[in-house]
């Protein structure tokens, strides 16, 4: 609980007041207020939006859909997180995922079958083209964070830079035009009825996510215990491994009714001779990859941030970069590793972009820096530096996404999405300062 | 001039440091003993700080050398500093502001257990330490920025106190607080030099340094005017040396008629 | 996006060329293509052309050879430059190709405002200007392109004439551009939609505009898609067709129906991309407009020589037979009118735009758009379309 998000945390040591408000029950859970609110707003968002629709927008499938196409922008907020928090910026996101996309794309269709004598029928093609993507991102989030970090040239004219001239290396990369045919194996990555583990499988992965929650409680408590520090009541604990739990079985449960679509559905029965009842047959798609994939993104990146020591001197610089280096903190080292993180997420979330086109565009990825930052700073992510959680970010990026396809659903253009993306912006980080200057 | 003890703990060479053209300590030496405190005064811009961010590895110096133990050794960093045990709190308190009190006593050597922070453990050390310096201090998990200032400098001092400095440079220790936090940090360099520590003791407050030093160095414009013990000089002798950069035995009586004018 | 600037040019083509529409075409025979031909070869004929930038694959692999051989084969000498995506370097290339004795220009200017200090160059030496592709403000040049309206109305056909009743969606293009926001919808209504949705034998699922995608982006039609999918769903319809404006669009629309594993209802889409082209013949997509650049450097090489040879550009006709029956202007070969959106009126030849569905794919493979390879990746042989063959 070190890495602060708001300005008057909650002490451990606080007694219960005599007066027992709603706020100070939650505060008695030590549960972030900021993401409890997002949340709530969250929830507002969909439950409006399905009131709009007369109904039909809170879908398992509708839900999952969005889910899917939140899920590239939120993985990279999740990097956005640390490296806005050490006081640095990337503008050339989109631009990496563009040019890792585009890798995937060609790498699949020419130059492992003609160039690297890797053909179709190459096993793992999918593993080696995931793992030079990443070596990719990771390449050119270290250079760029070489010279931010050791030459010292501003991060915003770097990754502008990048943001420019990695965009024209896809043109180069592609001659100008788009790519298409990639391995099925690689297309899971993308979701969709068949990018999905399947219910039995969800369910299995639902339950076996819940042990460490309560494992981590349970563990917690006992550390607190041994030093003799003040712990949270017990029935705070125990709510907290009672939602933590119902949620993730909710999830799951939620993620299952999600179905195969008739079609496939038929299709599959008659290519396996299984009969077709009555009301049709039903095919719980399960969660999707791209979701998994997001889920262990933000838990590795919040443990990296949270327990971790790189974690903690990106918060320590974003607070104060003076007393990070006084303090012997090989500085300049830590911020390059903030953007080879960079690359790393870019070349996941060009994974699942270039899995769900089947292939790459000139564009694919352009924008995604704006939306990036979008949901970083609805996240409650700090320009100022210091101040930002991963789980948040995550949320944002839902949080915009969630807007971006209720609108669609309700007919509403492009354009009207970002009027309503922008404003939402604003207004959330204006809520954000208002709530910090009356807090300090 | 000096006091018999077997060695010194701390003696700096003939320090030099420029800045582009401004040399800002100019051929200083200066020494220091265990269990002593030596105040180090002088105008703004005379250079205390900067030779003392020499010793605790902030900023490299031009030419010179330094001796722990009479031992010659080489700090070109915060690290280095460190491992030789030369803790520092800084005028500015060098803390991060949105971290709470134990990740700030650790920042930059945590306590980790399977690779991961094992922040129960750390938490538990600076309740212990907290607990010595400033029994009060209860809250662990609030970001330093909404702390009082007594209690934010009561954590840069657990810092030193808890990683068993040898060493302790204290910048303006007092600068940021009221008069009952200065009392405070008054009491607990006395009871560190007690301990055997060695404390550099930066500050213009002149009632400050006659109060908790034994010896008193003075520098102007980047030299070092002398250093006198506090026993033998009065501290208008002081006030002298700081504000007109000449050793007590140079000045004359018009300079103390102008001083007092 | 060129063909974007283009389209919005091209469009204000169509208006004047439907004011053009009472001339009658004239008949031309494979005699006079020989005798105009003949004609050139008596005289020395130079064409210099100066390109705005080579590196954009079409010009050298499509239009520059077409355009030479057809100069060529007439007698004539082809001298070109590249400019680089240079205002600068093409105003130098002219001036370099007027003094390597060039009869005719054509010009595929990088700007048509500063390319009008080399106008002025040509006129001053008496040298007729082609402007090839992308208009120039001058009532003196000749102005060869393709027309965009029908690029919509071809689009718009091949869909209702293998859907007549059904649901609709319609995809758009960036909004800000003119081309997607009017001139291309304006083909569809003049394919018969919008009387089409007037009488009620189609529903448009997704209001009477469609949804618009800003900057043509694939991914965004693949995220509106997605929604106008579920959205669907969850009110019971189904899609029929799809009208998507261009390649991009319509390749996130595919994106977007395997994910959710809807079937592949018939999309439009134009451009002749190569990853769109596949899905023609996969079966993903049923059209696909393509403008054959083959035909516009034939059209340049043909009027070039002409104009060397004297011919006013009023008296300009292109030679039956040279041009593809399709692509040729819908106008007839004699030079048109053509009003600019500044009021100027040039003469001009307005081409046709190619509609490609699994039938007519070969046409793609002759033109050099496309290798068969790359056109039948992954296509089933059983399925195959005939060019699959």
New interface residues.
């Given amino acids: 609980m070190t890495n602060v998000a708001d300005a008057t945390p909650v002490s451990s040591e606080v007694k219960p007041p005599a007066r027992t408000s709603f706020r100070s029950l939650l505060a008695q859970t030590e549960v972030d207020l900021r993401l409890f609110g997002m949340l709530v707003a969250l929830a507002a968002i969909l439950l409006t939006f399905n009131v709009l629709s007369g109904g039909t927008f809170f879908r398992p499938t509708n839900m999952v859909t969005l889910a899917v196409q939140a899920t590239g922008v939120a993985i990279i907020a999740t990097g956005m997180v640390m490296v806005i928090v050490s006081r640095n910026i990337d503008l050339s996101v989109g631009s990496v995922v563009g040019v890792v996309a585009m890798t995937y794309a060609l790498l699949m269709t020419d130059w492992m079958p003609n160039v690297l004598g890797m053909g179709v029928d190459f096993p793992f093609r999918w593993v080696i083209a995931l793992g030079l993507g990443v070596g990719l991102g990771a390449a050119i989030g270290a250079l760029q964070g070489f010279i931010i970090a050791y030459v010292g040239v501003p991060s915003f004219i770097v990754t502008l830079g990048g943001l420019l001239s990695i965009r024209g290396v896809v043109w180069y990369l592609s001659s100008g035009a788009a790519v298409s045919g990639l391995d099925d194996s690689f297309q899971l990555i993308g979701g969709g009825a068949q990018g999905s583990i399947g219910g039995t499988a969800t369910w299995i992965l639902g339950i076996v996510a819940c042990l460490p929650i309560i494992a981590l409680l349970i563990s917690g408590r006992r550390q607190r215990r041994r030093y003799g520090f003040p712990v949270r009541p017990v029935w705070a604990e125990a709510l907290l491994g009672v939602i933590g739990c119902g949620a993730v079985l909710g999830l799951a449960a939620f993620a299952n009714a999600n179905l195969w679509p008739q079609g496939l559905a038929n299709r599959y029965a008659a290519e396996h001779g299984i009969p077709i009842p009555a009301g049709g047959l039903h095919i719980s798609t399960g969660l999707p990859y791209p979701i998994i994939l997001l889920v262990g993104v933000t838990l590795v990146m919040t443990w990296m941030a949270t327990r971790r020591r790189f974690g903690r001197y990106v918060y320590a610089y974003g607070g104060n970069p003076d007393a990070a280096e006084l303090a012997g903190i090989n500085t300049r080292w830590t911020i390059l590793k903030t953007y080879v993180l960079m690359g790393v997420l870019c070349a996941l979330a060009a994974a699942i972009a270039a899995a769900r086109l089947n292939g790459s565009t000139l564009d694919v990825g352009s924008g995604y820096e704006l939306y990036v930052i979008a949901a970083a700073v609805v996240g409650g992510t700090s320009f100022a530096g210091g101040i930002g959680t991963i789980p948040g970010a995550v949320l944002g990026a839902f949080v915009m996404q969630s807007l971006a396809y209720g609108l669609s659903f309700m007919g509403v253009n492009s354009p009207g999405q970002n009027v309503v993306a922008g404003i939402v912006l604003i207004l959330a980080v204006g809520f954000d300062s208002f709530n910090r200057r009356r807090g300090s | 001039m000096t006091v018999a003890q077997p060695t010194r703990l701390v003696e700096m060479r003939d320090i030099n440091v420029a800045f582009g053209g401004v040399h800002a300590v100019r051929d200083v030496t200066i020494d220091l003993y265990a269990g002593e405190v030596v105040g180090l005064v002088g105008g703004n811009g005379a250079g205390k700080s900067t030779l003392m961010r020499v010793l605790s590895g902030a900023h490299p110096a031009d030419s010179g050398e330094i001796l722990i133990d009479g031992t010659k050794v080489s700090i070109t960093n915060p690290r280095d500093a460190k491992a030789l045990k030369i803790e520092t709190i800084y005028q500015t308190l060098a803390l991060a502001d949105n971290v709470d009190a134990p990740a700030n006593l650790f920042l930059g050597r945590e306590l980790t257990s399977l690779g991961m922070l094992d922040d129960s453990a750390m938490e538990d050390a600076t309740r212990k330490v907290m607990g010595r310096l400033n029994p009060n201090f209860t809250r662990f998990k609030a970001a330093v920025r909404s702390l009082s200032g007594g209690q934010r400098q009561a954590v840069a001092i657990a810092r030193a106190v808890h990683f068993n400095a040898r060493i302790l440079i204290m910048d303006e220790p007092t600068a940021a607080l009221g008069p009952a936090e200065t009392a405070q940090v008054r009491d607990l360099i006395r009871q560190l030099k007690l301990e055997g520590i060695g404390i550099f003791l930066i500050s213009h407050d002149i009632h400050d340094v006659f109060d908790l030093s034994d010896r008193i160095s003075v520098m102007y414009h980047g030299r070092l005017v002398g250093t006198v013990k506090k026993s033998e000089v009065t501290s208008d002798d002081v006030l002298a040396m700081i504000i007109m950069g000449k050793a007590p035995e140079e000045v004359t009586e018009r300079d103390l008629a102008a001083l007092h004018r | 996006m060129l063909i974007r600037k283009l389209a919005a040019i091209t469009a204000v083509a169509a208006i004047a060329l439907a004011a053009c529409t009472s001339q009658s075409p004239g008949a031309s025979t494979a005699a006079s293509v020989a005798a105009s031909v003949a004609a050139s070869a008596g005289a020395p004929c130079t064409v210099g052309v100066s390109w705005n930038n080579f590196q954009?694959?079409r010009w050298a692999a499509h239009d520059e050879p077409n355009l030479k051989s057809t100069v060529e084969a007439g007698g004539g000498k082809y001298i070109s430059a590249d400019a680089n995506l240079s205002s600068e370097q093409q105003l130098t290339d002219v001036d370099t190709l007027i003094s390597k004795g060039a009869n005719v220009l054509v010009l595929l200017a990088q700007d048509n405002k500063a390319i009008l200090p080399a106008l002025k160059k040509a006129k001053d030496a008496g040298i007729p200007v082609i402007a090839y592709d992308r208009l120039i403000e001058d009532p003196s040049i000749l102005y060869l392109t393709f027309d965009n309206v029908l690029v919509g109305k071809a689009e718009a056909t091949a869909i209702l004439t293998k859907v007549p009743k059904g649901n609709y969606v319609l995809i758009t293009g960036d909004?800000g551009d003119p081309n997607a926001s009017t001139f291309l919808p304006q083909g569809w209504d003049q394919a018969g939609l919008k009387d089409k949705v007037a009488s009620g034998d189609i529903v448009l699922l997704?209001?009477p505009?469609g949804?618009?995608?800003?900057?043509?982006?694939?991914?965004?039609a693949?995220?509106?898609m997605?929604?106008?999918i579920?959205?669907a769903?969850?009110?019971g319809k189904k899609i029929d067709a799809i009208l998507a404006e261009n390649?991009?669009t319509a390749?996130?629309v595919?994106?977007a129906l395997?994910?959710?594993?809807?079937?592949f209802p018939p999309l439009s889409g134009q451009d002749g991309?190569?990853?769109?082209l596949?899905?023609v013949a996969l079966g993903k997509q049923y059209v696909d407009v393509f403008k054959n650049a083959n035909e516009l450097g034939k059209a340049a090489g043909a009027a070039a020589l002409a104009l060397c040879n004297g011919t006013a550009m009023a008296d300009l006709k292109l030679p039956a037979g040279l041009l593809d029956p399709t692509v040729a202007p819908a106008a007839g070969l004699s030079a048109q009118d053509f009003t600019t959106p500044n009021g100027t009126v040039v003469k001009s030849f307005i081409l046709q735009p190619t509609p490609l569905t699994a039938d007519t794919l070969q046409t793609a493979i002759d033109a050099k758009q496309i290798s068969k390879a790359d056109l039948c990746?992954?296509v089933d042989p059983a399925s195959a379309p005939a060019a699959c063959k």
């Fill in positions: 954009q694959p909004p997704n209001g505009k949804t618009a995608t800003d900057a043509w982006k694939t991914e965004k693949q995220a509106n997605e929604a106008i579920d959205k769903v969850a009110d390649d991009s390749l996130g595919v994106a395997t994910a959710k594993s809807y079937g991309d190569p990853a769109n596949n899905n990746k992954g």
